[in-house]
């Protein structure tokens, strides 16, 4: 595979200062059992105590060696797989920054989370102990069966005669291995997904007593994952009994038509037990062999699925122009634009609308009437396909993604807050901005009124999502962050419907202070937000049905100046 030859050609340096190691310690291996063989053999021969210390000697100072180059072995080779997953997992994170948000809408967090973090486990075992044990068993294989070829060669033919049974069933078996090893990893993958799912709704579970319904649905998924595993075992644990079966097959062959050449003088005692030591250090690596080939059998499949994230590339044509992107005036164009979401439906139909620079637009309409949506192009999240978005007269698809983002701010009705202070969430886009521009931008947006509340004021920090913190004030420090980027273009996606009318009017004010000369997009389902604007624009099912001042709209009787008078009959009614 292309990602493995580029790993080990990255630490080429390291896997070969291992590998050195490695020759050394199966060298000290194989030459130990014929150390033995003369020592055995002196000691037949009667030879003096000094001359069989010496071999005992020997095979002392070899057992010493051996430890140290076997330590050094592991650092060089298990130091080179935690690296190489080190850099994947960098890369691997890097690029799920550079992906767009189709991708996102496809793949599951949970799904990305598994790959993200447990396929990178069974990399690093394939890299670490799958290749240390691969060269192990190559070097001892090689060389092991060449020294009992040296000892008697029909006894080794005889030895491995079982061989090629065993060969044939590891191949037969491994191809199982990898498919219920998949199985097991795409049910990880569920896991992750369910347990992530239920944790960012917890509050949700807990409102609608669903916690025993959610703890069995995560039992069924968790039995399955076990009976994947078991599976997978069995198959694992095949593998070792064929190995160690036809390795005891093996060395009851060597003992008895072994025995019959020490019988028959062919073969010295010394050298029928330096040939059961080979075979008994071969035995080891072949029992090792059934667990390589289900290391590298999940390993090959974990790294299949990180390259099929790796692949997937932006359907954003700016995300793959370089270079600053020109100073935005504010001046925005939509031309026969009509957009749909992947996979979905169409949501927005044949918009033509033009917003001069620094005007303030106000959109009201139904739910689902695609007001979200329009205002969510203009912060580059979606390509533009059918019909043209322009941007002082450029058309959005020509223009740096990136140069694009940091003259536009949303502020989505939904806002997300990171588990930072108050503080270090109004500075995310802009986290080196002096402090007293912080605190002017969490005046504009009336956090200076809660500050009594929070025990270290903006310095404050927030739970995970923002929960230690009210609706009203997650969208309020949200309004702040955006405000914060001294943005060209600001959008509010019904940003102020959780935020008291007496509140939204001071914000609301600041913000016409702080926008003048900007171009400013509102939403609300509240007539009194958008009353201000410039232009107010009414959306039904994708399409732009009405258009016009406030004044003309309220008096063209139609469906803004209906929803007017609704919202006037529901505040007198509050009012009572």
Not at 185 to 214: F, M, T
Request: proline letters at 4%.
């Amino acid at each position: 595979m292309p990602f493995i030859r580029r790993a080990l050609r990255a630490y080429r340096r390291d896997f070969l200062l291992g590998f050195l190691c490695l020759l050394g310690t199966n060298g000290l291996t194989l030459v130990t059992p014929w150390l033995l063989k003369h020592g055995i053999e002196g000691l037949q021969e009667k030879q003096s105590l000094a001359v069989v210390g010496r071999y005992a000697a020997a095979i002392a100072g070899a057992a010493i060696l051996l430890a140290i180059l076997r330590t050094w072995s592991r650092l060089y080779v298990l130091g080179a797989a935690r690296r190489i997953v080190a850099d994947l997992r960098l890369r691997l994170f890097a690029h799920l920054q550079t992906l767009p948000a189709s991708f996102y809408a496809r793949h599951r967090t949970g799904e990305i989370m598994s790959r993200a973090v447990n396929d990178l486990l069974l990399v690093r075992s394939l890299f670490g102990p799958g290749v240390l044990n691969v060269i192990n068993v190559s070097i001892l294989y090689s060389a092991g069966l060449a020294m009992m070829a040296v000892l008697d060669p029909r006894l080794t033919l005889a030895a491995i005669l079982p061989y090629p049974v065993l060969l044939y069933a590891v191949s037969r078996v491994s191809r199982t291995i990898h498919q219920r090893s998949n199985a097991a990893q795409e049910q990880l993958a569920e896991i992750s997904n369910k347990a992530q799912e239920n944790l960012s709704g917890i509050h949700q579970v807990k409102a609608y007593a669903r916690e025993d319904l959610e703890v069995e649905a995560f039992s069924i998924l968790s039995s399955d994952y076990r009976q994947r595993n078991l599976a997978l075992a069995r198959s694992r644990g095949l593998i070792v009994v064929l190995m160690t079966g036809l390795g005891g097959l093996s060395t009851i062959i060597v003992l008895w038509l072994g025995g019959r050449h020490v019988i028959a003088g062919t073969l010295t005692l010394g050298g029928l037990v330096a040939f059961t030591s080979y075979l008994t250090i071969l035995t080891g690596p072949t029992i090792m062999m059934g667990w390589v080939l289900g290391v590298f059998q999940r390993g090959l499949g974990a790294i299949r699925r990180i390259e099929e994230i790796l692949s997937q590339t932006t359907d954003l044509p700016g995300d793959l122009l370089t270079g600053p992107s020109p100073t935005l005036t504010g001046q925005v164009s939509f031309r026969s634009l009509s957009f749909g979401y992947p996979g979905g439906r169409e949501v927005l139909h044949d918009i033509d609308l033009e917003v001069p620079a620094g005007s303030t637009i106000g959109l009201v309409g139904p739910v689902g009437s695609g007001k979200s949506t329009l205002v969510r192009l203009l912060g580059a999240v979606f390509p533009v396909r059918r019909g043209a978005l322009l941007f002082d007269g450029a058309d959005f698809n020509d223009l740096p993604t990136r140069g694009l983002r940091e003259q536009i701010a949303i502020v989505p009705q939904e806002t997300f807050l990171f588990s930072r202070t108050i503080a270090e969430n109004i500075a995310l886009g802009r986290p080196d901005a002096p402090r007293a521009e912080i605190e002017q931008a969490a005046e504009i947006a009336q956090l200076t009124r809660d500050l009594h509340a929070w025990p270290h004021g903006l310095d404050t920090r927030v739970g995970e999502r923002g929960v230690t913190l009210s609706g009203g004030q997650r969208q309020r420090v949200a309004i702040a962050r955006a405000l914060l980027m001294d943005p060209r273009l600001l959008v509010l996606d019904d940003a102020l419907s959780s935020i008291d009318a007496d509140t939204e009017a001071a914000i609301l004010s600041g913000l016409r202070r702080f926008m003048r000369g900007r171009t400013t997009f509102v939403i609300s389902h509240r007539v009194a937000t958008v009353a201000g604007a410039d232009r107010l624009l009414v959306l039904d099912e994708g399409r732009v049905v009405e258009s016009g001042t406030p004044a003309e709209l309220l008096a063209a009787d139609g469906p803004f100046a209906r929803l007017s008078r609704t919202q006037q009959i529901e505040r007198e009614l509050e009012a009572m």
